[in-house]
């Protein structure tokens, strides 16, 4: 990895679509400067996007990528990090991405706390499909498929993380970029699953949680001198709902991520030329 | 061929049956003998009923027959479910001493051994099947010694005692029948010096993925694919690789495609079921042009249908599921060897054309067991192709765009694309399921779009010319009448030839697309007739739409797959029928 990455190397030529004001430009800026901050270059990333205006990040920037079906970025991710595991790997998705079509993977992306770091763009609305109620909308929050609110709680993703044994669990702002990114960026040096849920606010679709919203009611965790290594303090500040946090809630000081414990460690990608040499062994097996 | 003896042993799930017949299986192989193995499950009434059968001869065997030599009976049920298979020569061996009485049909011979006490005497109860086996050694004229590799084999790891109890529990079995009896059936049980391997086409596909390099496998366990998965956990490792249960099918196939962008060679395996999951992600797999191999070992459907019985419903699921156009090839391997040739071949094919492969097995041979010389898995043969993987900067180089951007999906003139694996310098970029430039990037332009959906298509074309694409034929080659089968019915066609007094031309189909083309074969045969285990006919919809003709077809959609007997009377039966009019 060379030393003089900037982060705008991991920017690509393409010019982002995304609603002037969108919090993803802010949310890209971060994952982009945190990954050169923690000496990655675009040719050993691999960034995984999600499908939705979120996940069109992928197209934005410049790593090895792939952009792939609606709900299934953290299973790619999983794969290309356990064939790989000398290839710095990112996922990025939206709320729904994440927590609806995808809510089972993310379950078990968490338990499995394969080394990767998992930025959910959480806008608390389906941008791309032009403003339907997501499931961490309000549930007074009127759209054009629940004109009176969806009538359920919102999903808690961190509380979900926290319950499917996760061991860092992060919340940032797209706005407040310095934080933004340092949080990201310690997702990406946890060892194990780092996942941080990103306001990142949908300035077309949603105007309960904006910009304004968030700056006037978010706490940081870390002026609070909240101990992320502390599981009782960190439930507390997860399941407070009167609240909205900012900064690593959780981190498990002791996390061994996947590929310790199960041993994964090789680079998958290079085999033999023909079969390996002791192939002949696996059939006398059947003896 | 040489004479041919059918064994069996079945009683309630959860009474050994499997190791049992396991056990047997390999005796006779390692005697030097051809075994071919089935498996019968019923559902769960009254208790269930499991039965494991053996074939076995001096010659190769490759197929079931309505024919039952020797049952070793643990339940009445057992006897009622083979009633029609016994015959004059037949002798079932039970123990008297149990509650049921058992019911044996006229002219067949009843060997009463009390498996139990016996066992007991020797050590324990639980090795009444061992005792059993020593009794049908009797019975069969095979020398109780060659259990003993067999028993070393199965219980060796539990301790020598455990080992030489049941050696001696064989014996005791084959001593009280021997005291006790006076059965000559006339079967004696020839041995050769031969060394065989026995093993069935889950683990053929398995051995097959790590000769070819396979380091990645996820799945989530599913009847009948999951013996794929058991086979390669505790063995990948060794080469570097590893396996991972996925919470689902839709996880996994993504996560093997991860592992294939990664630079892996990735494998996932599932039944009907699971590939219904797997759907929504094949059309990302061709878009972004990753090399995987997707096995579907069938079952009976549709939805859970008969999760444990034999079909080959899944052949248009494998031809067109996905919705789009999506460029795959599909592979069907029509015996065991094939299954560990034709898995060496997908990967192959997957990374010369970065494009799906779908491998489709079905229930039928995932659980039989089969014997082979082992040249015949011959891992020298074993050849890797990893197609336009580019690594070295001079290679990088010359796939560049002006302003030094890799063109991951450069249109070509055979349609292939470089291939940069992550980690190798300039080369990276982005692919995905949305249409795209050569740089991977969205578009929607309608010349580009054009470009890459012909450039897609046209890697198939290039293979369709530089593969070859054959068939396997048997039978007289002359013949008027031609049958055609795909997959695993090949073995029982083979064997259903030295029923048949009609001259046959059997051709075995292993390509279904790319597929050879048949059009001249058919059209020069005065009777075409297309085999296969599905109730509608799939295989043989496409054939008549390759050669714009009618076939006659047999199919079989009871669960039971196709015996060598029957399969050769219903094509008997079909050519003296007249075509129907076209
Ligand atoms: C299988 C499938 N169903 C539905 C869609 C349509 N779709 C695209 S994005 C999206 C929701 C996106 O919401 P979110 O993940 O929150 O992303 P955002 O656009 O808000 O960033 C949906 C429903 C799809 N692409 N695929
Ligand atoms: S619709 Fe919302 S989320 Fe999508 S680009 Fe516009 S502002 Fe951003
Ligand atoms: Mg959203």
């Given at each position: 990895m060379s030393s003089d990455v900037r982060f705008t190397d991991f920017k690509s030529d393409k010019q982002p679509t995304w609603c002037p004001g969108c919090g993803d430009f802010g949310t890209m800026n971060g994952m982009m400067k945190a990954l050169a901050e923690t000496g990655n270059d675009p040719d050993n990333t691999f960034v995984v996007a999600g499908i939705g205006c979120s996940g069109k990040i992928g197209t934005y920037m410049h790593s090895y990528a792939l952009h792939g079906v609606h709900g299934r970025a953290l299973p790619v991710g999983t794969g290309v990090k356990m064939a790989r595991p000398d290839i710095e790997v990112m996922v990025a998705g939206g709320d729904g991405d994440g927590y609806s079509i995808g809510a089972g993977h993310f379950v078990h992306a968490v338990r499995r706390n394969v080394d990767m770091s998992y930025v959910v763009m959480d806008n608390r609305i389906y941008g791309l499909t032009k403003g339907q109620a997501s499931p961490?909308?309000?549930?007074?929050f009127e759209t054009s498929t629940t004109p009176e609110g969806p009538k359920q709680p919102p999903v808690n993703p961190l509380a979900l993380a926290l319950a499917s044994g996760a061991s860092f669990i992060a919340q940032s702002f797209a706005s407040d970029a310095l934080r933004h990114q340092e949080i990201v960026q310690e997702a990406i040096e946890h060892d194990g699953f780092g996942f941080v849920n990103v306001f990142s606010p949908c300035v077309t679709f949603n105007d309960v949680d904006t910009y304004d919203y968030f700056r006037d009611n978010l706490v940081d965790l870390e002026e609070e001198g909240h101990d992320p290594t502390d599981y009782e303090a960190a439930k507390e500040v997860i399941l407070d709902s009167d609240k909205e946090y900012q900064g690593v809630m959780y981190q498990d000081e002791n996390s061994v991520p996947y590929h310790e414990k199960h041993g994964v460690t090789e680079d998958m990608s290079e085999i033999p030329e023909g079969a390996p040499d002791d192939a002949m062994d696996l059939v006398r097996e059947f003896y | 061929m040489a004479e041919d003896l059918n064994w069996a042993i079945g009683g309630e799930?959860?009474?050994?049956i499997d190791s049992t017949g396991k056990i047997f299986a390999q005796a006779l192989s390692r005697a030097g003998r051809h075994v071919f193995t089935s498996k019968d499950f019923a559902s769960r009434i009254r208790g269930g009923y499991t039965a494991y059968k053996i074939r076995t001869s001096v010659d190769q065997v490759q197929s079931v027959v309505d024919r039952l030599d020797i049952l070793v009976a643990l339940t009445q049920r057992t006897i009622d479910e083979n009633v029609d298979e016994l015959h004059e020569g037949s002798a079932v061996i039970y123990d008297g001493e149990r509650s049921w009485e058992a019911d044996i049909p006229d002219g067949v011979t009843g060997v009463d051994v009390p498996l139990k006490s016996i066992a007991e005497e020797a050590?324990?109860?639980?090795?009444r099947n061992t005792v059993a086996l020593g009794a049908a050694c009797e019975i069969t004229g095979f020398d109780v010694e060659y259990l003993d590799e067999s028993l070393e084999k199965r219980f060796g790891g539990k301790g020598s005692k455990i080992v030489e109890n049941n050696k001696e529990a064989a014996r005791m079995g084959q001593e009280y029948v021997r005291e006790n009896y006076d059965v000559d059936l006339g079967y004696d049980l020839e041995t050769t010096d031969e060394d065989y391997v026995l093993l069935n086409g889950n683990e053929a596909i398995g051995m097959g993925a790590l000769a070819a390099g396979c380091r990645f496998y996820a799945g989530y366990p599913i009847t009948p694919a999951t013996s794929i998965m058991e086979y390669l956990t505790g063995r990948i490792e060794d080469y570097g690789g590893h396996v991972v249960q996925a919470e689902d099918e839709l996880s996994a196939i993504n996560m093997a495609l991860g592992a294939a962008r990664g630079g892996a060679r990735a494998m996932t395996a599932t039944s009907g079921a699971g590939v219904d999951l797997m759907t929504e992600t094949f059309g990302l797999v061709a878009q972004s042009e990753t090399p995987l191999v997707i096995t579907d070992v069938q079952r009976s459907g549709?939805?859970?249908?008969?999760?444990?019985k034999q079909e080959q419903g899944d052949l248009n699921m494998a031809l067109y599921g996905g919705h789009g156009e999506v460029p795959r090839f599909v592979v069907a391997p029509t015996s065991i060897t094939e299954c560990f040739w034709k898995t060496v071949e997908a990967f192959n094919l997957a990374e010369k054309y970065q494009t799906p492969v779908f491998l489709v097995s079905d229930l039928a041979m995932s659980v039989t067991e089969q014997t082979f010389p082992p040249e015949a898995f011959d891992m020298d043969e074993v050849e890797i192709d990893r197609g336009k993987l580019v690594d070295d900067d001079d290679e990088v180089d010359e796939w560049l765009d002006a302003q030094g951007r890799f063109r991951a999906h450069a249109v070509t003139d055979d349609g292939i694309s470089p291939r940069a694996i992550p980690g190798?310098?300039?080369g990276a970029h982005m692919s995905t399921g949305l249409e795209h430039d050569e740089l991977g990037r969205r578009t929607e332009d309608q010349d580009e779009r054009v470009q890459q959906v012909d450039k897609r298509f046209r890697k198939v074309e290039t293979a369709e010319k530089r593969e070859d694409w054959d068939y396997r034929e048997f039978g007289d080659e002359d013949a008027d009448n031609l049958v055609i089968s795909w997959g695993s019915n090949e073995g029982a066609l083979v064997e259903a030839l030295d029923y048949l007094e009609e001259d046959v031309r059997v051709i075995s189909v292993?390509?279904?697309?790319?597929?050879?083309?048949l059009s001249d074969e058919i059209e020069a045969a005065n009777e075409v007739i297309v085999v296969e285990a599905n109730a509608t006919g799939q295989f043989a919809d496409l054939l008549e739409h390759d050669a714009l003709t009618r076939v006659k077809r047999i199919n079989k959609y009871t669960g039971v797959r196709f015996k060598a007997d029957e399969l050769a009377e219903e094509i008997s039966e079909q050519l003296s029928v007249e075509v129907s009019a076209q």
């Open positions: 961490t909308s309000r549930s007074d | 799930a959860g009474d050994g050590g324990g109860a639980i090795m549709p939805s859970t249908g008969m999760p444990t190798t310098e300039e292993p390509y279904i697309f790319p597929r050879p083309d």
